[in-house]
């Protein structure tokens, strides 16, 4: 590989490195992270840090000063070209006389897709697009889905005992996975637009839904910037079973609830904080998950969490609206009485889902798969 090629890799690493810093905090924008390099040295790193603010860019030239001119520009996203809550990046790197940009990937987003890359070669700024561009776009799953599909990047959450199953019969389920693993679901939560969870684990947990920072297993002033915002908490309850009183309405953040009534106390929720719609399917006997996920994505949600009981895990599944799979593996078998992971209902191998695992790692004492559903 040509010298030249090689530092464009180590310099977009570095400029993943910081993008990953945001990855708590830009929602609803993407994770960017910016190097600028002149005669082989560093002059300005920057990263975008939460949406309203500086983006990566601005904040590189902000530390780099009159060292950007004559620079190259490492972006892990294509500069932008609009107008959005800040000006754009692409005029900016020109007039600072930034002379190469390299950039991981193109952005997405309808707004920009290629005219920040354009405007950049129109100015006489030489342009270089698809350094690293699969781990750029590894680090903003949702960001890209969304602007691709208007819908958002789902993760679906299980945890289980090495026999498949998750709570006993009873509904005891504290704790399957040990401590390490639980830290590790906050920050999945932490990472996420919106979690959503339904009535049946709601009402068996009275769950919160929450991240809590001292949950996060992270140092004291990243786990507090990581809680600076909450996901947005979503329940599926189409019959309205889960009382107000309940811990997920008890939290501080926004709370919105998904039914299929045709008369709807909203007045009740907005009280309690938080919004009260209506999905129901055609069939008017559930709540229409895609509708649901395409109102989040209008929304600004890139990233979805579901965790929740066998019913709508299982339904989201069947519905082919899982993008990845994280599955807790406990060592610890909870006999057959206990209750499955999944509402699957197959009978034949033919029906069976099918998976590719693409990472696997131990957590504590447990083990963490992860897998992508493959669709015939
Ligand atoms: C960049 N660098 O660091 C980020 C970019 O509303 P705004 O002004 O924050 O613009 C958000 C859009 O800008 C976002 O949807 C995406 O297309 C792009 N994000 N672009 O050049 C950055 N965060
Ligand atoms: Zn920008």
């Keep these: 590989m040509p010298d030249q090629a090689i530092s464009d890799r180590r310099m977009m690493a570095r400029a993943l490195q910081l993008a990953a810093k945001g990855l708590y905090s830009t929602d609803p924008n993407p994770r ?61 790197l020109i007039a600072a006389g930034v002379v190469r940009v390299v950039a991981a990937m193109q952005d997405p987003n309808p707004l920009v897709a290629g005219r920040g890359l ?31 599909t208007g819908l958002p990047y ?7 005992s090495m026999d498949g199953r998750t709570a006993m019969a009873s509904g005891e389920s504290q704790w399957i996975t040990g401590p390490e693993a639980r830290a590790d679901v906050q920050r999945l939560r932490a990472r996420s637009s919106a979690v959503v969870s339904g009535a049946d684990a709601v009402l068996l947990d009275d769950s919160a839904l929450t991240v809590r920072s001292a949950q996060l297993g992270l140092p004291e002033a990243e786990a507090k910037a990581a809680t600076e915002r909450q996901p947005l908490r979503v329940l599926v ?47 008017g006997q559930q709540v229409d998950l895609d509708a649901l996920l395409q109102l989040l994505a209008s929304r600004g949600c890139n990233e979805v969490l579901v965790e929740s009981g066998a019913k709508l895990t299982g339904a989201f599944l069947r519905a082919g609206l899982v993008d990845e799979l994280v599955v807790y593996m406990a060592p610890r078998l909870l006999g057959s009485l206990a209750r499955p992971l999944l509402e699957l209902p197959f009978d034949s191998m033919a029906q069976a889902m099918q998976l590719d695992v693409t990472d696997m790692r131990a957590v504590g004492r447990d083990w963490r798969i992860t897998a992508r559903p493959v669709f015939p």
């Design 118 to 148: 354009e405007r950049l070669r129109a100015a006489d700024v030489q342009v270089d697009c698809g350094v690293l561009e699969s781990e750029a776009a590894a680090l903003n799953p949702g960001f890209v889905k969304r602007m691709q």
């Design 32 to 92: 960017v992270g910016c190097v600028l390099v002149r005669e082989d040295r560093i002059v300005g790193e920057g990263w975008h840090v939460r949406a309203g603010e500086g983006h990566a860019e601005v904040n590189a030239l902000a530390q780099a000063g009159e060292e950007a001119r004559g620079a190259t520009a490492y972006v892990t996203l294509e500069p932008c070209s609009h107008t959005g809550r800040t000006p754009p990046c692409a005029d900016a």
């Design 237 to 283: 309850d189409g019959s309205l079973r889960v009382p107000l009183s309940g811990r997920l309405f008890q939290q501080d953040g926004p709370v919105l609830v998904a039914c299929r009534l045709d008369e709807l106390p909203e007045a009740d929720y907005r009280a309690a904080g938080a919004e009260l719609i209506a999905l129901a399917d055609a069939g």
């Design 154 to 160: 789902v993760r679906l959450k299980l945890a289980m």
